[in-house]
């Protein structure tokens, strides 16, 4: 397994610009907190026994040192827990909807979604008809594996090998790849029916890996708040 990555005083200074940016706006005092607790190595590990796979090290030693969710880019990053026995990730709290992760295979790229699609039709006895617009072969998975399970299915298939993990707002959604050569990837999501999975990238047009995408996002709120964060 791979080292730890080192989060020190991260945790501390997402706490810090937060309440700067609260003292800049004049918000009254936040009734949620700005990170959720750290899960300890024996709860990461019964999470990833669950989801039958190894999380990426970088967020496995975020978990752990920094928060199991909590403020992050965009808006909030969802929030790994355990409800009634289970594991899940979680947007605001939302205990109802919970996101668990296929991890039976690597991650889809967009480019090659629909060869995905056509292969899963064939293997199922069927050949592909006419590929939608928005929806790609959603109509040949529901007449190959019924309506309900077939939408199931196709849906799953999309985000298979990667989590839900950041709410940007409006529908649009942050991915971080756990299966597949891309693993430690983050990935943005539009809010269109069938969007692609774009790389997030840095300012010299590497892809993001969690942490690049987090602490870029930190240093740059640290950037705005640097009087308030002067004042603390």
């Not at 899960?39 to 990461?44: P, T, V």
């Not at 827990?81 to 909807?97: A, L, P, V, Y």
């Not at 989590?163 to 409006?170: K, L, M, P, R």
């Amino acid at each position: 397994m791979d080292e730890p990555t080192d989060w020190s005083g991260v945790r501390d200074r997402v706490v810090a610009v937060a309440l700067a940016e609260a003292r800049a706006r004049r918000w009254p005092p936040s009734q949620v907190p700005v990170l959720s607790p750290v899960l300890s190595a024996d709860e990461i590990a019964e999470a990833e026994a669950q989801f039958g796979v190894a999380l990426p090290e970088e967020y496995r030693s975020f978990l752990s040192q920094v928060g199991a969710g909590g403020q992050g880019p965009k808006i909030l990053l969802t929030t790994l827990r355990k409800i009634e026995g289970k594991w899940g990730w979680f947007s605001e709290d939302d205990e109802r909807h919970p996101f668990t992760p296929d991890t039976s295979g690597p991650f889809i790229e967009s480019r090659d979604w629909v060869d995905a699609q056509v292969a899963a039709l064939r293997a199922a006895g069927r050949e592909p008809t006419v590929r939608d617009d928005e929806t790609d072969y959603l109509d040949d998975y529901q007449s190959a594996f019924g309506e309900v399970d077939g939408e199931e299915l196709w849906y799953r298939q999309r985000s298979r090998g990667a989590v839900y993990i950041s709410d940007n707002g409006c529908g649009m959604t942050g991915w971080l790849i756990v299966v597949g050569p891309h693993r430690g990837e983050v990935r943005d999501r539009d809010c269109d029916l069938n969007p692609p999975f774009e790389p997030y990238f840095d300012a010299r047009g590497d892809r993001h890996t969690f942490r690049s995408w987090y602490v870029e996002w930190l240093e740059r709120r640290e950037a705005e708040f640097a009087q308030d964060l002067a004042l603390s």
